[in-house]
Structures are given as structure tokens and as C-alpha cells.
């Protein structure tokens, strides 16, 4: 994409440099926010992670080859982020990553950014539930609505291992909710 290729020109020179983050920052700071809060469920610590998302974004921009899209890239390094977020806290309190997952979900009702609908919280916790992986995969490809391609860029995944991610993080999501 040419315009793509001069947006990244403007964002690895010095005198344009600053000027082209604010717009990248504003282009993609929602999109971001929303995926990383699907991982984290936390808005506190989502903005945490989105803050360092911008801020590796902004370092290592100058080392962008463009062998895949900048969003591809952006949202790669978002879901990095985010999963070494859980790690550590995870480790901090001495419990499994899926633990962690799963005892997030009860933040959810104390957010004022959630309206806390029945229907809502079973989903969420059936997402929590599943395997980090085919979490991922499966708010990529169902609330962010990416191609199988794009994803497959992101997390640098088969199609075909993602596509059996998304089959089996919906058909436990299914399970679950048919169990509440």
C-alpha cells in the first residue's frame, strides 16, 4: 500500500516523526485499547499495556521492515504486551495463567465500563475459560472481526492451526453457555 509506505516514512523521519505518532496514536488507539481489554478485562491495566504498546511502537518503529502491515505489526506487539502482562501477574499471585484468566472475569462487575448484563458475564467467562491461545484467536476473529490471514500475520500462526483454535474455542464457548 503506497500511502501506507509514506505514512512510515513520515513516522521513521526525525522531523515528521512526532507528528505522524499523534496520528498513528489517534488511528488506532481505540482499536487497540478494545483488543488488549478483551485479554486483560481490567481498564486500569489495559491502558497500562496500551501505554507500553504505544511506547515499543514508538521506540522500535525505526526497525519496521513492512513485511507485514503497520496494524498487523501494532497489534502483534499489543498482544505480546498483553500476554506478558498476565504472566507476571499471574506470577505475582502465585497462580496458573488460565487461573488468573478466570478470576479476572469477577473484576467485570465493579467496571463502570461494563454494563453487566447476565448474558454478557457467561460469555466472558466462558471466554476466560478457554486456553490463552484460542482466546486470542477467538476475540480476533469474532469482536474484532480480522481475517483468518490477518491473524495468521499477528500471531505468526498457520490458518489452518487458527481456524481448529477458533472451531474449538467456539464449540466450548457453546458448551458453556448452554451449561449456565
Known sequence: MQDEKKFIQRLTN???????????????????????????????DTNDVLQNTFIKVYK????????????????????????????KRAKEKNVSIDDYHITSIYSLQDDILFDGKAIQIILQKAIQELPQKQRIVFNMKYFDNLKYEEISEILDTSVG??????FHAVKKIKQHIENH
Not at 161 to 166: D, P, Q, V
Open 14 to 44: 526525525l522531523k515528521t516523526r512526532d507528528k505522524a505518532f499523534r496520528e498513528l496514536v489517534k488511528m488506532y488507539q481505540e482499536r487497540l485499547y478494545w483488543h488488549i481489554r478483551k485479554i486483560l478485562i481490567s481498564h486500569e
Open 161 to 166: 492451526a487458527l481456524k481448529a483454535s477458533y
Open 60 to 87: 522500535a518503529i525505526g526497525n519496521f521492515k513492512g513485511e507485514s502491515k503497520l496494524f498487523s505489526w501494532m497489534y502483534r506487539i499489543a498482544t505480546n504486551e498483553s500476554i506478558t502482562f498476565v504472566t
